[in-house]
């Protein structure tokens, strides 16, 4: 998916002026790539929130500059809620580009329903594409996977024109069988609390 942001050129690059933009609405940018200028860029928040929605890789910037452009980096607040800088890198929508897409999960796994755990080794692995065909993720189809069982990126669908880069024998996930856990004293726990009654003592002579 490509969508179109509104950029304009910044002047002013220090700590001031960029805390002075996010203050406005804005989050910093720089585009660089194929040779030319870094371009320093400042995009509205709300449209980098939808890139966000989206999983878009591929932009298409329009206002000061216009460009297509590949999405290569978020650095975000300390809470990992805010997006703080973007780096963009020049494409023709026609060239390879490398990058990481996530993984997706198809399916409910027989091993699951037999009351194993399913666990994620690995969340996202690295492709080869053109720019304009970029993946928003790769399916990996889990239905069979059995307790004992694994699946490796090998295993992933790949769209038509998409190279797999990440080593096809990475396990990306398995079942485990789950462990019940041992009752301590199990006796203890299940055995009635003993009843003390008082008697009545012996008569005085």
């Not at 995009?43 to 910037?61: C, E, F, I, M």
Request: glycine fraction near 10%; include cysteine.
């Amino acid at each position: 998916m490509t969508d179109v942001i509104q950029v304009t050129k910044r002047e002013s690059t220090g700590t001031a002026a960029t805390r002075r933009l996010r203050r406005d609405g804005h989050v910093p940018a720089v585009l660089y790539g194929h040779g030319e200028a870094n371009e320093h860029l400042a995009v509205p928040s709300a449209q980098v929130k939808g890139l966000l929605r989206h999983h878009s890789k591929t932009v298409q910037l329009a206002g000061d500059v216009e460009e297509t452009a590949l999405v290569s980096d978020m650095q975000w607040d300390p809470l990992g809620i805010e997006v703080l800088h973007m780096d963009l890198i020049r494409v023709n929508l026609k060239e390879k580009v490398e990058l990481g897409v996530p993984i997706v999960h198809h399916g409910e796994a027989v091993g699951v329903r037999e009351g194993g755990m399913l666990l994620e080794n690995v969340f996202e692995v690295e492709i080869r594409c053109s720019a304009g065909s970029i993946p928003d993720h790769l399916v990996l189809e889990i239905a069979e996977l059995g307790v004992g069982q694994h699946k490796l990126a090998s295993d992933l669908t790949l769209p038509e024109g998409v190279e797999l880069i990440t080593d096809g024998d990475v396990v990306i996930a398995h079942i485990e069988a789950q462990r019940d856990e041992e009752i301590a004293e199990a006796g203890d726990s299940l055995a009635e609390p003993e009843v003390i009654s008082k008697g009545s003592g012996d008569a005085d002579e």
